[in-house]
């Protein structure tokens, strides 16, 4: 069966530190796999979404970035977390036509 | 771009109430979901349409696929103090790999006891 792992469930991190989430897929191959974040309980803001290893698209400019260096891994990470960049965080995947399936986040807390 | 514009934004409703939310967009999708996501959960699916005008239920949920494939909507019957959560739906345009899903904004669903 697919499935996603995502994690840390929760982060807290200080201002000008740096960040790396990682998520994974199992149970299915080229999948396409997305970043989401989540202000305030409401509208998913797409960060980055990926058809392929190394074949990335940034939705919105910003202090964060994303790399996928396997076909089922995908990492959202920043040099230098912001105030601006808490938020609840969430991996996504799904393939051609299929419904996508969503980690459980990651709450991040930068102080 | 694609634009999903859902509806209403939120919704406060008494226990036993019939709920009622929609979807529109301004170009066509190939396939509608709608989720549900719990506080600190990612989203769950609910319901997948794959057809225009596909009409599909699941428990107390019923979904539709617009025949235009520029809407959907999500009704709920009967409403229970555990429905409580925000409302995804959600469109794929595409046939081929890259064709990426849109969200709209969410319906925060409220349901007093």
């Known amino acids: 069966s697919q499935t996603i792992h995502q994690w840390p469930a929760t982060l807290v991190q200080p201002v000008g530190s740096p960040l790396s989430l990682e998520c994974t897929v199992e149970g299915t191959s080229n999948p396409n796999l997305y970043w989401y974040r989540q202000a305030a309980g409401r509208g998913l803001q797409l960060l980055f979404y990926?058809?392929?290893?190394?074949?990335i698209s940034s939705e919105v400019p910003q202090n964060l970035s994303a790399s996928r260096p396997q076909d089922r891994q995908f990492i959202l990470s920043s040099k230098k977390l912001l105030l601006s960049d808490s938020g609840f965080y969430l991996c996504?995947?799904?393939?051609?036509?299929?419904?996508?399936?969503f980690g459980q986040g990651t709450r991040l807390t930068v102080v | 771009g694609q634009q999903l514009n859902q509806s209403p934004q939120s919704m406060f409703i008494q226990e036993g109430e019939d709920v009622s939310m929609n979807c529109t967009s301004s170009?066509?999708?190939?396939?509608w979901l709608w989720y549900k996501q719990e506080p600190g959960e990612g989203p769950v699916l609910l319901i997948a349409?794959?057809?225009?005008?596909e009409l599909t239920s699941n428990g107390r949920l019923t979904a539709q696929f617009g025949i235009t494939r520029k809407d959907s909507f999500l009704n709920i019957s009967a409403s229970i103090p555990s429905d409580v959560g925000i409302y995804f739906c959600?469109?794929?345009?595409?046939?081929?790999?890259?064709?990426?899903?849109?969200f709209g904004e969410g319906t925060q669903l409220t349901v007093n006891p």
């Open positions: 959600a469109g794929q345009w595409g046939e081929t790999s890259g064709s990426r899903l849109t």
């Open positions: 349409l794959y057809k225009a005008g």
């Open positions: 990926s058809i392929g290893i190394d074949q």
């Open positions: 170009s066509i999708f190939n396939t």
């Open positions: 996504a995947f799904d393939r051609v036509n299929t419904e996508a399936f």
